[in-house]
């Protein structure tokens, strides 16, 4: 018979006995061995079950299928003992068993080597098999919920620490599980994690955590990683962000950056809140003004302006996939990026704008929010990018498993889904658009595993009945909205803090779980409440953020806080978007971007949609999001070799320096001194004064005559001209004008 199965069996010199067990069993546990607590943790250790490995979706590896990290029990128990003609496990010779002989490497295998022959979970394998395979019975005790200690703990870097986790039963037992678990850090750079539950810091100081996961349970040991320089002085606090970002910075002993000069904070603030660089005449106004509320008085202009209204409108309406795929969809288009637009323009309150979008009902043309149902068509995609948008959950892995480092279940998955399964459509007279509406019935959706029906429940909550002639998106509102709710104020102000900061407080920023922690939680906590009591105010937000000596504190790190990257000690550049690119590329040059179907002048910041991405190589170069996802990530921040050779010779960027009635020809016309000239376009570039060796680099450059292809001398006002674009270009093209800074 064993040679039937495998014909080519190796010898093995492991002699396994009653009396050869497990560490824990000769410690006194003499009970019998079950999947569910003893056999489906050491294939979860052995990656077995991932992705990559036997539990690849819906196939599996090789004909041998898991479930994701072990979330199926009953399932893997009957594809190891049940399938395969039984050939996987063999009672009367454990040790022969091709479960335990593929594991161990003896026979050849895919994954290699993931159990040592004679090692603990090698002969815990072979002892369950050689004891009848129990699976277990609904009396045994229950995993309720592992512990790690220790809990939270500081540490040096360079430093080690052996964790501790502790399995808790519901007969009251507990169970060192240390070897067992799987231990990951969530920021790699600063903690390495190793499968003994090793914690070792490296070289950046804060705070991070490590994700502890045992048999489908989930804890976090949290890690601050202090620095320890000397915190001489603190700048004087504006509000409650800096009390509790500064008493961050304090514990772990990261001294702060001093706060930036006025026009590094006017240039930053105008491109935060509006998404355009601040006029000349703004600049020194500002820098000439000895108010001392000039910059809380510059936070309320740009924040009534309609710059503000155009620069979030363009960040909402790609989140919520205002896209165009065909003619037919400009009309939803425009009215709901014009719905979006003058809804931010009001200071209409956040959850009164989530609350429209969601129970939309009617035609575009009478109730633009509908427009957003117009992309997003089927209940499974609108929760998805409902709890990823609006409460920073990502549902998408719960569609199909239990989610990995999370505690939402397929259960919750479709409970939350039924919220949306009366959603009704039927096509109107005008081509491409529907009619949307509340179908009386009553609220369920199918759960496709079980395909038993589930009623609505919000994450966390229990379910709810709903009357049938009730729309149930009102329901989801309301709780969405509720002072109460864990998810929704503190997804929104982690979304902003990363718009203002470069990074989330939690990273990244809709990623909101137990095992991806906040790195300073009592902040993020704060300004959740901040936010809740304003009544959902955005702009009130805003400006507490702006306000702040944190966003206010230079780039420049000290000689301490360089290698911090969420700690907020300084101010993180960050690139221009290339919409904001774009329209700073044409206020500097003077010259005008023009787009199909909008009135001329319209900045890049107020498109509509994404259409516009094909017709200008500059959005396209700079990665203007296409508005698929409601993830940010689809916004290319990063820098390229392309962009770099866009700003240096794309014939579009040419065109705009060389403009007819552009500021090279202005400026080369103006009868001021060129040391005048020079100080205007600095402070339209980066809102300051250049300083005395730019002052001479710039004017020498333009003292210089020029000649023309064939050598000819240029006319003084065609030399001047020139050289004007030239400084130009050589403005644009730097890091202080391509950054935030």
Request: glycine share 6%; charged share 25%; aromatic share 8%.
């Given at each position: 018979?064993?040679?039937?199965?495998?014909?080519?069996?190796?010898?093995?010199?492991?002699?396994?006995?009653?009396?050869?067990?497990?560490?824990?069993?000769?410690?006194?546990?003499?009970?019998?061995?079950?999947?569910?607590?003893?056999?489906?943790?050491?294939?979860?250790?052995?990656?077995?079950?991932?992705?990559a490995?036997?539990?690849?979706?819906?196939?599996?590896?090789?004909?041998?299928?898991?479930?994701?990290?072990?979330?199926?029990?009953?399932?893997?128990?009957?594809?190891?003992?049940?399938?395969?003609?039984?050939?996987?496990?063999?009672?009367?010779?454990?040790?022969?068993?091709?479960?335990?002989?593929?594991?161990?490497n003896?026979?050849?295998?895919?994954?290699?080597?993931?159990?040592?022959?004679?090692?603990?979970?090698?002969?815990?394998?072979?002892?369950?098999?050689?004891?009848?395979?129990a699976?277990?019975?609904?009396?045994?005790?229950?995993?309720?919920?592992?512990?790690?200690?220790?809990?939270?703990?500081?540490?040096?870097?360079?430093?080690?620490?052996?964790?501790?986790?502790?399995?808790?039963?519901?007969?009251?037992?507990?169970?060192?599980v240390?070897?067992?678990?799987?231990?990951?850090?969530?920021?790699?750079?600063?903690?390495?994690?190793?499968?003994?539950?090793?914690?070792?810091?490296?070289?950046?100081?804060?705070?991070?955590?490590?994700?502890?996961?045992?048999?489908?349970?989930?804890?976090?040991?949290?890690?601050?990683?202090?620095?320890?320089?000397?915190?001489?002085?603190?700048?004087?606090?504006?509000?409650?962000?800096?009390?509790?970002?500064?008493?961050?910075?304090?514990?772990i002993?990261?001294?702060p950056?001093?706060?930036?000069?006025?026009?590094?904070?006017?240039?930053?603030?105008?491109?935060?809140?509006?998404?355009?660089?601040?006029?000349?005449?703004?600049?020194?106004?500002?820098?000439?003004?000895?108010?001392?509320?000039?910059?809380?008085?510059?936070?309320?202009s740009?924040?009534?302006?309609?710059?503000?209204?155009?620069?979030?409108?363009?960040?909402?309406?790609?989140?919520?996939?205002?896209?165009?795929?065909?003619?037919?969809?400009?009309?939803?288009?425009?009215?709901?990026?014009?719905?979006?637009?003058?809804?931010?323009?009001?200071?209409?309150?956040?959850?009164?704008?989530?609350?429209?979008?969601?129970?939309?009902?009617?035609?575009?043309?009478?109730?633009?929010?509908?427009?957003?149902?117009?992309?997003?068509?089927e209940?499974?995609?609108?929760?998805?990018?409902?709890?990823?948008?609006?409460?920073?959950?990502?549902?998408?892995?719960?569609?199909?498993?239990?989610?990995?480092?999370?505690?939402?279940?397929?259960?919750?998955?479709?409970?939350?889904?039924?919220?949306?399964?009366?959603?009704g459509?039927?096509?109107?007279?005008?081509?491409?658009?529907?009619?949307?509406?509340?179908?009386?019935?009553?609220?369920?959706?199918?759960?496709?595993?079980?395909?038993?029906?589930?009623?609505?429940?919000?994450?966390?909550?229990?379910t709810?009945?709903?009357?049938?002639?009730?729309?149930?998106?009102?329901?989801?509102?309301?709780?969405?909205?509720d002072?109460?709710?864990?998810?929704?104020?503190?997804?929104?102000?982690?979304r902003?803090?990363?718009?203002?900061?470069?990074?989330?407080?939690?990273?990244?920023?809709?990623?909101?779980?137990?095992?991806?922690?906040?790195?300073?939680?009592?902040?993020l906590?704060?300004?959740?409440?901040?936010?809740?009591?304003?009544?959902?105010?955005?702009?009130?937000?805003?400006?507490?953020?702006?306000?702040?000596?944190?966003?206010?504190?230079?780039?420049?790190?000290?000689?301490?806080?360089?290698?911090?990257?969420?700690?907020?000690?300084?101010?993180?550049?960050?690139?221009?978007?290339?919409?904001?690119?774009?329209?700073?590329?044409?206020?500097?040059?003077?010259?005008?971007?023009?787009?199909?179907?909008?009135?001329?002048?319209?900045?890049?910041?107020?498109?509509?949609?994404?259409?516009?991405?094909r017709?200008?190589?500059?959005?396209?170069?700079?990665?203007?999001?296409?508005?698929?996802?409601?993830?940010?990530?689809?916004?290319?921040?990063?820098?390229?070799?392309?962009?770099?050779?866009?700003?240096?010779?794309?014939?579009?960027?040419?065109?705009?320096?060389?403009?007819?009635?552009?500021?090279?020809?202005?400026?080369?016309?103006?009868?001021?001194?060129?040391?005048?000239?020079?100080?205007?376009?600095y402070?339209?570039?980066?809102?300051?004064?250049?300083?005395?060796?730019?002052?001479?680099?710039?004017?020498?450059?333009?003292?210089?005559?020029?000649?023309d292809?064939?050598?000819?001398?240029?006319?003084?006002?065609?030399?001047?001209?020139?050289?004007?674009?030239?400084?130009?270009?050589?403005?644009?093209?730097?890091?202080?004008?391509?950054?935030?800074?």
């Open positions: 018979m064993l040679g039937r199965i495998c014909p080519a069996l190796p010898a093995l010199s492991i002699s396994l006995t009653l009396t050869a067990l497990t560490p824990a069993v000769q410690a006194g546990e003499s009970r019998p061995l079950t999947f569910v607590r003893d056999i489906a943790p050491i294939l979860t250790k052995a990656s077995c079950n991932t992705g490995c036997h539990a690849k979706a819906d196939v599996g590896q090789r004909g041998f299928r898991l479930s994701l990290l072990g979330f199926e029990p009953q399932e893997d128990f009957e594809h190891i003992v049940k399938e395969g003609k039984g050939r996987r496990v063999f009672p009367a010779a454990p040790e022969q068993s091709l479960l335990v002989l593929k594991a161990a003896i026979v050849p295998h895919g994954g290699g080597k993931q159990l040592e022959p004679g090692s603990e979970n090698f002969e815990t394998l072979v002892r369950w098999i050689r004891e009848g395979m699976y277990g019975t609904e009396t045994d005790a229950k995993l309720l919920s592992i512990e790690v200690e220790p809990k939270r703990i500081s540490m040096k870097m360079h430093a080690s620490q052996q964790l501790k986790v502790t399995a808790r039963y519901s007969d009251g037992a507990s169970r060192d240390t070897r067992m678990a799987l231990y990951e850090g969530n920021e790699t750079s600063m903690v390495e994690a190793g499968g003994a539950g090793l914690v070792q810091t490296l070289d950046i100081p804060g705070n991070v955590a490590v994700m502890v996961r045992y048999a489908g349970m989930v804890t976090v040991c949290s890690v601050s990683i202090p620095l320890g320089a000397p915190m001489d002085h603190l700048p004087a606090s504006q509000n409650f962000i800096d009390d509790l970002a500064f008493a961050n910075l304090k514990r002993g990261i001294p950056s001093p706060v930036s000069d006025d026009a590094t904070f006017l240039r930053r603030v105008s491109l935060d809140i509006a998404g355009r660089l601040p006029t000349a005449e703004e600049a020194r106004s500002f820098l000439a003004s000895q108010d001392p509320d000039k910059r809380d008085k510059a936070i309320d740009l924040l009534t302006s309609p710059d503000y209204a155009d620069y979030f409108a363009n960040k909402w309406t790609a989140l919520l996939k205002n896209k165009r795929d065909d003619a037919a969809d400009i009309t939803a288009n425009f009215a709901f990026h014009a719905w979006m637009r003058d809804s931010l323009l009001a200071n209409k309150p956040y959850d009164e704008i989530v609350r429209q979008i969601l129970a939309a009902t009617g035609t575009i043309v009478a109730n633009p929010a509908v427009a957003w149902y117009k992309r997003v068509k209940p499974n995609q609108q929760i998805e990018d409902v709890a990823q948008l609006f409460l920073g959950v990502r549902m998408q892995c719960a569609q199909c498993h239990h989610h990995p480092f999370e505690r939402w279940s397929q259960h919750d998955y479709y409970s939350l889904a039924a919220f949306f399964s009366q959603v459509r039927k096509p109107t007279a005008i081509a491409g658009e529907d009619l949307i509406f509340h179908k009386r019935g009553i609220a369920q959706y199918e759960n496709k595993k079980t395909r038993q029906s589930v009623k609505p429940a919000a994450l966390g909550a229990p709810q009945d709903i009357l049938p002639d009730e729309d149930p998106r009102l329901r989801l509102a309301d709780w969405m909205s002072k109460a709710n864990p998810f929704f104020a503190k997804a929104l102000v982690n902003y803090w990363k718009h203002f900061f470069k990074r989330g407080l939690v990273e990244p920023e809709d990623d909101m779980r137990d095992t991806n922690p906040p790195t300073n939680p009592e902040l906590d704060a300004l959740a409440k901040h936010f809740v009591d304003s009544g959902f105010d955005l702009r009130a937000l805003v400006k507490a953020i702006t306000q702040s000596r944190t966003y206010q504190l230079s780039a420049m790190p000290n000689d301490h806080n360089g290698v911090d990257r969420q700690n907020f000690s300084h101010y993180y550049p960050k690139r221009m978007q290339a919409e904001v690119l774009l329209d700073a590329l044409d206020q500097v040059s003077g010259a005008r971007s023009d787009f199909a179907d909008l009135p001329p002048g319209t900045r890049a910041i107020s498109l509509p949609d994404n259409s516009y991405n017709a200008s190589p500059f959005l396209k170069v700079f990665g203007r999001p296409e508005g698929t996802s409601v993830c940010e990530c689809e916004r290319v921040q990063s820098s390229s070799l392309a962009q770099s050779l866009h700003l240096m010779n794309a014939s579009d960027v040419k065109a705009k320096l060389a403009a007819r009635e552009g500021r090279a020809e202005r400026l080369s016309k103006a009868e001021s001194s060129e040391p005048a000239r020079v100080r205007e376009l402070f339209a570039t980066f809102a300051r004064e250049p300083d005395p060796e730019e002052m001479r680099i710039a004017v020498e450059h333009l003292s210089k005559p020029r000649t292809a064939n050598g000819k001398l240029l006319d003084t006002q065609t030399s001047k001209r020139q050289a004007f674009e030239d400084l130009i270009w050589a403005l644009v093209n730097t890091k202080e004008f391509l950054f935030n800074h």
